[in-house]
Nanobody, 123 residues
Framework: QVQLVESGGGLVQTGGSLRLSCAAS????????MAWFRQAPGKEREFVAY????????YYSDSVKGRFTISRDNAKNTVYLQMNSLKPEDTAVYYC????????????????WGQGTQVTVSS
């Protein structure tokens, strides 16, 4: 299986930017579809973005379209989430996920999860 470790979270002001990273180890990273989810206190975990194993296809939730960009570097076994124009409602714990199958917005279909990294947007 694949093990995932997120990093890059922190505190940023409204309108600012952050880049999250997810480092993978274990089975071949390049064959996995990757996704980002987030969960705010008292709310359900929600889909943010996914990227196919080859990096050719990606999909975003309506709430982040035009502001966030998912990418991957298979040589570094790492997936990224570039977050621009951040809003207070983006505040959440962000989780990286991996799937050996086709990418999906359904969290239950992912095979491995990271521990999460906190993103807090002030003002």
């Amino acid at each position: 299986q694949v093990q995932l470790v997120e990093s890059g979270g922190g505190l940023v002001q409204t309108g600012g930017s952050l880049r999250l990273s997810c480092a993978a180890s274990g089975r071949t990273f390049s064959t996995y579809s990757m996704a980002w989810f987030r969960q705010a206190p008292g709310k359900e975990r929600e889909f943010v973005a996914y990227i196919s194993f080859g990096g050719v296809s990606s999909y975003y939730s309506d709430s982040v379209k035009g502001r966030f960009t998912i990418s991957r570097d298979n040589a570094k076994n790492t997936v990224y989430l570039q977050m621009n124009s951040l809003k207070p409602e983006d505040t959440a714990v962000y989780y990286c996920a991996a799937a050996a199958s086709m990418p999906t917005r359904q969290a239950r279909l992912y095979d491995a999860w990271g521990q999460g990294t906190q993103v807090t947007v002030s003002s």
